[in-house]
């Protein structure tokens, strides 16, 4: 656990997550969740959040009412997230094919 969720919960003068409730330990889950994540982002995360504006623009696709400066701009995002999540793709691909090609030479 965390040290700061760690020295609450003896400031409270419990020393497990058992001793909470149900909406106390969850709160406490979360947050250790929070306390507990990287700084930094994964390819993947990166990934997961193109995929998903990439979502988004296409739900906004769905409204007639958009004006065609809105349109234009919509596509320009998807134009741009596509193009670095094949690029990102395309890296991965090569990798894996260079990396067979070079095991076929080693044997």
Do not use: P, V
């Amino acid at each position: 656990m965390h040290i700061l969720l760690s020295k609450l919960l003896k400031k409270r003068g419990l020393e497990t997550l058992e001793e909470l409730n149900k909406e106390e330990k969850e709160w406490f889950q979360e947050k250790e969740r929070l306390l507990s994540q990287n700084d930094e982002i994964s390819i993947k995360d990166f990934e997961k959040f193109c995929e998903n504006q990439l979502g988004i623009i296409q739900d906004q696709w769905k409204n007639f009412d958009n004006s065609s400066q809105k349109n234009e701009r919509l596509i320009i995002a998807h134009t741009i997230y596509s193009t670095i999540l094949k690029t990102m793709t395309r890296s991965k691909l090569e990798r894996e094919i260079l990396e067979d090609y070079l095991e076929q030479l080693i044997k």
